[in-house]
């Protein structure tokens, strides 16, 4: 019963995205206001039926109704019930029912606020969304129908084990779903202003607007991946150029390139087409990055197990490219520039640069990530892109991306005089100086972590400066301050990387119980091992004491967690997190009979402020989206001057 | 029509395109064991049941089918029965083996007296077998020809489809 209600709606939600995607196309070009009105319903109703079909499916799983497919699969008594309301995005089937679920938040939201502006571009935007809708749903009907009848079992095998695993496996993938799912709203807008051959100023606020949010959860959604790998994977580290992790990195290059271009769009009227390109290559990246997971072609900790939806998804990728590019192609030269650049080193001629500098990493990284199947397509051969290719190419561009985060706002917009230009440039020289040297005196010595403090002094400098204006206007200046801030972040960002990727210390020691071991400042003592039996797992734990320069801080209890479906064991490190950086133990090898294990303690400065740096950088970018006059983003009207006065990143002039 | 933008984004577009379908069906999972065209560690084992020591040499002369699992190990109960009728079909033209790792013996024939068996297991007590073949999780098969080469190794629980697929590799050898 539950899973015929389950296709019954999925059924439906393929005809009514179908149907209003074919409607808002002829009412765009029919000029026709009762069309818009129909499309907006049709949107609407699409929300309804993937709302209802997402409940529907938490409900069986819930209910432990494993008459379900879905629920058979990954439905478990013995799992907590935050465990069994995550199954939902586990797995491959309920993982795309959740996207079309986001997806038609979105396309409501969107539509619900733009309702009566815009009128020359929305027929096509919702037609681009529900034509995007209509995909995925065929998707949940076709080809990965969780809603599949089964015989019931008793019993089913419970989620993946690394999402029971940590608390964060939980977060992560929804931020990353409304992070990618969103990016259709902003295509759907270039697209619409790309048949109109038109992108009014008035137009660009939304899209910014749209382009921004789902920027502010990938931010997040990226870091939530960062942190769970640091909590779970044991290495210590949080980034591994994971095929996966780069698929999550590349449209939020390009977002984060297109939030740039837009500002100068806003100020100048130039880069039309670039932005527009910019937009929709996110989006491309996002349906690229899905195929990545979910074909089963890379492997990954994030991969899918293999599906056959792999070629649908590359179907439509390669619809969603020739759509776009046609698209581009004929209507990019009606996109009229107008303004013009005045000169190279000017805050615009550095926002180009930075244009530039973010496109070529995101074909650095795509190409780094789908090399090997080049080569195994050409030469037949298995090979693997590793850590030496992505750090040695992404690092120095990644400075210089720093260094034009210092030197872009500090210098003035349009052509400026020599003198003008040394005034900006020269004093944030005593900023670079002072972190730079600070890093030397504690022990830095690394030639790119140098490099990264002085770059980064230089920017905080320039960016202080630049925050202490807005925030005595908080009120007239927000999107500038709110931009300041999340550029503060990113500075935030890069100096402890830097400096965390650099200057770990790492140590393995072997323990039995009552044994000492010293560890930099620390000093750990084991006080125990022992087996825990959980419903769904049996975990093995060490427990030490830590103590710092001879005081008693805390108790940690890393473990190994043996799920009952997994080949392989998985650990859990534990870590003592302090403001000035963590103390990290993972296990490697532990015997409760012996009463003895090997860990690996990691010591790593500042890594704890690069969590906390980007969730103000989503707050930053959150601060940015608020509209300035109550009413902006319904009305849609030209903005006045003052809104044109906006920060970095997410607006305009300092 | 801006023709440069035409082409350039479908020449990238077809590129991209191309090298993911040539991807499509590979399993980046499968990747090639060294030992692959290597003669098969040797070993010498405790069989469960009987205690009498079985080693790789006497079972020359017929592909072998060697099958790393354990008890504790959930996919090793969904494999077992297709490796129990399958060598009941096969045997004795191929030859099935079970090498068991990290188990008690006692939980082992527990497990053989209530899910059947047909062909000798035997206990690496302390994993060095394992460890010689480069055993990353249980279950995993490897596939030996005749002369004790190994020509295929398969992660995961086995099929009766995917055993036939990677057997064939021993037989033709």
């Known amino acids: 019963m539950t899973a015929t209600l389950g296709r019954f709606l999925i059924l439906a939600s393929v005809l009514v995205s179908t149907g209003g995607a074919v409607i808002g196309f002829y009412a765009g070009r029919s000029h026709s206001p009762g069309g818009l009105r129909l499309a907006q319903r049709f949107a609407y109703a699409y929300t309804v039926l993937m709302l209802a079909a997402t409940g529907v499916m938490e409900y069986a799983l819930l209910t432990h109704d494993f008459s379900v497919s879905y629920v058979a699969h990954v439905g478990s008594r013995s799992t907590p019930v935050w465990v069994t309301v995550a199954s939902l995005w586990s797995s491959l089937e309920g993982s795309i029912l959740f996207w079309g679920c986001i997806l038609g938040i979105y396309i409501a939201v969107a539509t619900f606020l733009t309702r009566n502006t815009h009128r020359e571009y929305m027929p096509d935007a919702i037609g681009v969304w529900l034509s995007c809708a209509a995909f995925f749903s065929f998707l949940i009907?076709?080809?990965?129908?969780?809603?599949?009848?089964?015989?019931?079992?008793?019993?089913?095998?419970?989620?993946?084990?690394?999402?029971?695993?940590?608390?964060?496996?939980?977060?992560?993938?929804?931020?990353?779903y409304l992070g990618y799912v969103g990016m259709t709203i902003p295509f759907g807008l270039a697209c619409a202003a790309l048949i109109r051959g038109r992108l009014g100023h008035s137009f660009v606020k939304p899209l910014r607007a749209a382009l921004l949010l789902p920027w502010v959860f990938l931010t997040?959604?990226?870091?939530?991946?960062?942190?769970?790998?640091?909590?779970?994977?044991?290495?210590?580290g949080y980034w591994a150029w994971d095929p996966v992790e780069n698929a999550s990195l590349l449209p939020w290059l390009t977002a984060t390139a297109a939030l740039h271009s837009i500002v100068v769009l806003e100020r100048r009227g130039v880069l039309k087409g670039w932005t527009i390109t910019l937009i929709q290559s996110t989006f491309l990246l996002t349906i690229l990055g899905t195929f990545m997971t979910r074909s089963g072609v890379f492997n990954s900790v994030h991969s899918f197990t293999q599906s056959a939806i792999g070629p649908t998804i590359l179907v439509f990728l390669a619809a969603a490219i020739v759509f776009s590019v046609a698209l581009l192609a004929l209507r990019i030269d009606r996109l009229?520039?107008?303004?013009?650049?005045?000169?190279?080193?000017?805050?615009?001629?550095?926002?180009?640069?930075?244009?530039?500098?973010?496109?070529?990493?995101?074909?650095?990284?795509?190409?780094?990530?789908?090399?090997?199947?080049?080569?195994?397509?050409?030469?037949?051969?298995?090979?693997?892109?590793?850590?030496?290719?992505?750090?040695?190419?992404?690092?120095?561009i990644g400075a210089l991306l720093l260094f034009l985060l210092g030197v872009g706002p500090a210098l003035p917009w349009g052509r400026a005089s020599a003198s003008q230009i040394k005034r900006a440039l020269l004093p944030p020289i005593a900023g670079a100086a002072v972190l730079f040297l600070l890093g030397f005196a504690f022990g830095a010595r690394n030639p790119w972590t140098l490099i990264t403090l002085a770059f980064g002094g230089y920017a905080l400098q320039v960016t202080i400066s630049h925050l202490r204006s807005p925030i005595m206007q908080l009120r007239r200046a927000r999107r500038r301050f709110a931009g300041y801030i999340v550029h503060a972040a990113v500075i935030v960002v890069f100096v402890t990387i830097g400096i965390s990727s650099t200057m770990r210390y790492t140590q393995e020691v072997h323990?039995?119980?009552?044994?000492?071991?010293?560890?930099?400042?620390?000093?750990?003592?084991?006080?125990?091992?022992?087996?825990?039996?959980?419903?769904?797992?049996?975990?093995?734990?060490?427990?030490?004491?830590?103590?710092?320069?001879?005081?008693?801080?805390?108790?940690?209890?890393?473990?190994?967690?043996?799920?009952?479906?997994?080949?392989?064991?998985?650990?859990?490190?534990?870590?003592?997190?302090?403001?000035?950086?963590?103390?990290?133990?993972?296990?490697?090898?532990?015997?409760?009979?012996?009463?003895?294990?090997?860990?690996?303690?990691?010591?790593?400065?500042?890594?704890?402020?690069?969590?906390?740096?980007?969730?103000?950088?989503?707050?930053?970018?959150?601060?940015?989206?608020?509209?300035?006059?109550?009413?902006?983003?319904?009305?849609?009207?030209?903005?006045?001057?003052?809104?044109?006065?906006?920060?970095?990143?997410?607006g305009g002039e300092a | 029509?801006?023709?440069?933008?035409?082409?350039?984004?479908?020449?990238?577009?077809?590129?991209?395109?191309?090298?993911?379908?040539?991807?499509?069906?590979?399993?980046?999972?499968?990747?090639?064991?060294?030992?692959i065209g290597r003669p098969a560690p040797t070993f010498a084992l405790r069989e469960v049941g009987t205690g009498k020591t079985i080693n790789l040499e006497q079972l020359r002369g017929r592909p072998v089918v060697l099958n790393f699992w354990a008890t504790w190990c959930v996919p090793c109960y969904e494999e077992h029965p297709t490796l129990v009728a399958n060598a009941r079909a096969l045997q004795p033209r191929v030859q099935f083996l079970g090498v068991v790792f990290q188990d008690s013996e006692e939980k082992i024939q527990g497990f053989l007296n209530e899910r059947g068996h047909a062909y000798p297991t035997v206990v690496d007590d302390a994993g060095k077998t394992a460890i010689a073949y480069g055993v990353g999780g249980v279950p995993e098969t490897f596939f030996l020809d005749s002369s004790g080469t190994i020509q295929a190794k398969f992660v995961g629980p086995l099929t009766t489809e995917l055993l036939d697929e990677n057997l064939q590799k021993a037989i033709r050898q």
């Open chain 1, 141 to 176: 009907a076709a080809p990965a129908n969780p809603f599949l009848s089964v015989a019931p079992v008793a019993d089913g095998p419970g989620p993946n084990a690394l999402l029971q695993n940590h608390i964060l496996m939980v977060v992560h993938p929804p931020f990353l």
């Open chain 1, 220 to 236: 997040i959604a990226i870091m939530l991946g960062g942190w769970w790998a640091y909590e779970v994977l044991g290495w210590g």
């Open chain 1, 336 to 396: 009229e520039a107008e303004g013009n650049f005045d000169s190279a080193v000017s805050r615009e001629g550095m926002f180009l640069f930075n244009n530039l500098l973010f496109v070529v990493l995101t074909f650095t990284i795509l190409i780094g990530t789908v090399f090997p199947l080049i080569v195994e397509a050409v030469k037949g051969r298995q090979m693997s892109v590793g850590r030496p290719y992505f750090d040695s190419m992404v690092v120095p």
């Open chain 1, 511 to 650: 323990l039995t119980k009552g044994g000492v071991a010293n560890v930099g400042a620390y000093s750990i003592t084991l006080l125990g091992v022992e087996e825990r039996q959980e419903p769904n797992r049996t975990s093995t734990l060490a427990r030490f004491a830590v103590a710092k320069n001879g005081v008693q801080k805390t108790t940690l209890e890393p473990r190994m967690n043996q799920y009952l479906m997994m080949r392989e064991p998985i650990g859990t490190p534990d870590v003592y997190s302090t403001i000035g950086g963590d103390f990290y133990l993972s296990v490697m090898n532990i015997d409760p009979a012996a009463q003895s294990v090997a860990v690996n303690a990691i010591i790593t400065p500042f890594v704890g402020w690069i969590w906390i740096a980007v969730i103000v950088m989503g707050l930053g970018g959150l601060m940015a989206l608020i509209p300035q006059r109550v009413g902006e983003l319904r009305t849609g009207a030209e903005p006045a001057a003052s809104d044109l006065a906006v920060g970095p990143t997410l």
């Open chain 2, 1 to 35: 029509m801006n023709r440069t933008v035409l082409f350039v984004g479908l020449f990238i577009a077809a590129a991209v395109v191309a090298i993911l379908f040539a991807g499509l069906g590979k399993d980046p999972q499968a990747i090639d064991s060294p030992l």
